[in-house]
C-alpha cells in the first residue's frame, strides 16, 4: 500500500482544502440535481465538496506544468483537491488503491490511456469515482466520451459533469488478473505497441506517425505472418490458427488524427466483449478492414477474419509464448490468457459535453 504522506506529492495553487463535505456514496445512487449552468449556479455543490485525488503524470505526451497548474485551479474552485505525480509504472494503481483505503470521493487520471488504466485498476470494485483528462498522445478512451482532446476544456466538461452527478457503473475487461477500459490487443496488435514502446523517448515529439512507424515495420520486419500464433476458445466455441485479435470493451479501437477507427458499433461500456481474430494476415484483408473501420463505421466479418459480439470470456493458448497489450500498454508474453467481462466493475464520472 502506497503511504500519500510519505510518497512524493505536489500541492498546486489554492483550493478549498479546509472544510470538508460529506463522502457521495456514488454505488448507492446518491445523484445531484441536474447541471444548469456553471458550478456557481447551484451553492449545494459548493458548500457539499468532493474529495478528489488528481493523479499526473508528467512524462505524457501532452500534460506540462502550467495545464497542471491550470487544470488543478480549476477543480479547486469548488472541491477539495488533492494533486500527486507518477514516478514508474504501477504508481498510478497504488494512489488509486490508497485513495480507496483512505475514502476519496473520485481520482482524475490525467495522463495518457496507459495512466488511465492504472488508476481504473486500482479502483475497479470500489465506489470510489473515476474521472478522466486526457494527456496522452492519442486519448481513446477519453474521446471516446465524447471529451475534448484539450485538457483545459475536458475539465470544464469533467466538472460539469461531477456537479451534475453524472455518476455511472461501467464495465471493464480483465485479461490474466489486469483491468482494461478500451480494448486488448494480441498477437500482431500487441507487437505493434511493443515496437512503439521501444522508441518511447520519440513519442512526446514524434506523436501519432511513431505509430504508423512501428506497424509498418512490424508488419513487414518483426512480426511472422506465415504461422498462426495462437488459438482461441470464445465462450467454448473454439477457432484455431489466429494471427492477431483485438477484445473491445468500448468503441472506436484508436484514432488517426480526428477521425476514429471504429471496429465494431455493438461494443459498449454497458454491453459485453466484442473479440475479432484475424486468421491470416494479408495486405488485402488489412486494407479491407481498416477501409471499413474508417469509412463505414466498423469492421464486417469476411475470409480471414471472424467478429463474436455479446462475449464473457476469451481464452487465447499457444504452445510457444505470444505478447498481449491492454489499453495500449504492452504487458508480456504468455502461453495462455483469459479475458473476462466485468460487468458494472467501475463508477465513471461522465463528462457533461457542451460546445466550444
Known sequence: ???????????????????????????????????????????????????????????????????????????????????????????????????????????????????????????????????????????????????????????????????????????LGEANGRFFTFHAGVGFDAEVVRQVERTFSFKRVVGQPLFAYAALKSWFVDYDRKFPHFSVSIDGRRIPNGFSAVVLNTNPYTYVGKRPIELSRAASLEKRLVVLVFRRLSTPLMVSTLWSAVRKGGATARRGLEIIEGVDEVVFDYPAPFGYQLDGDFIDETNTLTIRHRDEALQLIKPMLVEF
Open 1 to 171: 500500500m502506497c503511504d500519500l504522506g510519505q510518497a512524493r506529492r505536489r500541492r498546486l495553487g489554492s483550493g478549498n482544502r479546509g472544510a470538508r463535505g460529506p463522502r457521495r456514496d456514488w454505488a448507492s445512487g446518491e445523484r445531484g440535481p441536474p447541471h444548469l449552468g456553471s458550478p456557481a449556479t447551484h451553492p449545494r455543490y459548493r458548500e457539499s465538496l468532493v474529495r478528489l485525488l488528481l493523479v499526473v503524470n508528467s512524462f505524457a505526451t501532452s500534460v506540462n506544468p502550467r495545464n497542471t497548474v491550470q487544470v488543478h485551479q480549476y477543480l479547486a474552485r469548488h472541491h477539495d483537491v488533492q494533486v500527486v505525480e507518477t514516478s514508474e509504472r504501477g504508481h498510478a494503481t497504488r494512489f488509486a488503491t490508497d485513495a480507496v483505503t483512505r475514502g476519496l470521493d473520485a481520482v482524475i487520471a490525467f495522463g495518457g490511456d496507459g495512466t488511465l488504466n492504472e488508476v481504473a485498476t486500482g479502483l475497479a470494485g470500489s465506489s470510489v469515482a473515476l474521472g478522466v483528462l486526457p494527456g496522452g498522445s492519442t486519448n481513446v478512451f477519453a474521446r471516446s466520451l465524447g471529451m475534448a482532446n484539450d485538457p483545459l476544456l475536458a475539465v470544464t466538461q469533467l466538472t460539469a459533469g461531477l456537479d451534475g452527478g453524472l455518476v455511472a457503473p461501467i464495465s
